[in-house]
């Protein structure tokens, strides 16, 4: 009986739900402990256990469909996907609640009854899906000029997103273009002209209109951490303070499930979403943020596994786009919490509060493990290996 429920995923499959499982599991213990010990029922906890649920249901579905299928859906969902991005930035300007509500001066989601969807969570697996159709069989991105196409499907929601606005989302894409180009074999000389070309445009991002008051300031937070001034520290300062002291008050085991300052008098904003690494860091200490980032570094580097063996050009790069979500998303929200980038409002995978991010995130790693369970054809050739003069 065991070996047959072994039998229902790859090898390396297991090592990536077990880490995803333990990952939801602390996120839950950390949702709990941030809610009020006065309410008789954890609603956050409750919700986000009811997502976790649905997750593992579309894991399941994921491995009946097969990734393979998606290939054929890629296209369509994308531009499904650009027309609700549209819709949320027109429900800036043109009143649609309930449907579209605003929210901290934000239009990110689109309500349908009891359904509350983050269309920019879900933007971002159709988007690896999209970019790895249009790359599995190409060469004309081994010339500059070919990275264009590339550029454009990733530009369009990007802008689209930031309207919202949804400065962390946005950011995962540009960097996860670069490393399915990378993976795809884009020559390394025109990537690195890429990159310098992005960093040159940094200053005019910065100033454009595409960027609000509020997240420049959360740039300078970043160069202004230390700042004596407090009124700063008290003010725009303020959350990424708190999340180096609370990260620091755990030391080496924690201060135990919804013991320490920070649960019993609430000094932590939004420690259920983007500083709930900083709340794992309080209640578990080094021992348990050590943890979190070994069950990630299981996901990614099983998955890396199975694109490095799989001979469809569309499954690896299925398979190198999730990892590099998950990897890009870890890095930057871990950077914010201790002053390493700047907080952009990005969740961390698995963990944090969000039903649409957690969905989004479980449906990612049933395309991965279904690319795994996919069997590798030894007459295959490898996908992406190109001759040293192919394409100038």
Not at 92 to 114: A, H, K
Not at 168 to 196: E, N, Y
Not at 288 to 308: D, Q, R
Request: aromatic share 10%; hydrophobic share 50%; net charge positive.
């Amino acid at each position: 009986m065991l070996r047959s429920v072994y039998r229902l995923l790859p090898p390396l499959g297991w090592p990536i739900l077990a880490g995803a499982l333990v990952l939801s599991a602390v996120g839950l213990a950390a949702i709990y402990a941030g809610e009020s010990d006065a309410e008789s029922v954890p609603a956050k906890t409750l919700r986000q256990a009811v997502f976790l649920g649905v997750g593992i249901v579309g894991l399941v579905v994921v491995q009946i469909v097969g990734y393979q299928r998606t290939l054929t859906w890629a296209y369509p969902l994308y531009a499904v996907t650009l027309v609700l991005l549209a819709l949320l930035v027109i429900g800036r300007y043109v009143p649609m609640d309930p449907i579209i509500p605003r929210r901290r001066s934000t239009y990110r989601w689109i309500v349908l009854g009891p359904l509350n969807i983050q269309v920019s969570d879900l933007a971002k697996i159709v988007y690896v899906l999209t970019l790895a159709a249009y790359l599995r069989f190409r060469t004309s991105y081994r010339r500059f000029t070919g990275l264009l196409p590339p550029f454009v499907l990733t530009l369009i929601p990007v802008a689209l997103i930031l309207k919202e606005p949804d400065l962390g989302t946005s950011l995962l894409f540009p960097p996860t273009l670069m490393i399915l180009l990378f993976a795809a074999g884009a020559k390394i000389k025109h990537l690195l002209v890429v990159l310098l070309l992005g960093a040159a445009a940094i200053p005019a991002f910065y100033f454009s209109p595409l960027m609000n008051d509020y997240q420049r300031q959360r740039f300078q937070v970043l160069f202004r951490q230390n700042d004596d001034d407090t009124r700063w520290q008290m003010g725009p300062g303020y959350q990424l303070n708190q999340s180096k002291i609370a990260l620091g008050s755990g030391q080496v085991m924690g201060r135990g499930l919804r013991e320490g300052a920070f649960f019993r008098y609430r000094l932590l904003p939004e420690e259920h979403n983007d500083f709930i690494f900083a709340v794992i860091g309080h209640q578990t200490g080094f021992v348990g943020c050590t943890a979190v980032l070994l069950c990630m570094i299981v996901i990614v580097v099983s998955g890396l596994t199975i694109a490095s063996v799989s001979t469809d050009p569309f499954g690896r790069l299925v398979a190198v786009g999730v990892c590099a979500l998950v990897f890009v998303q870890t890095i930057i929200n871990i950077g914010m919490t201790i002053g390493l980038t700047p907080i952009t409002g990005m969740s961390l995978p698995f963990v944090s509060s969000g039903g649409s991010g957690l969905v989004t995130n479980y449906l990612s790693i049933g395309l991965l493990i279904s690319v795994g369970r996919r069997r590798t054809l030894d007459i295959a050739p490898r996908p992406f290996e190109f001759g040293e003069d192919s394409e100038a």
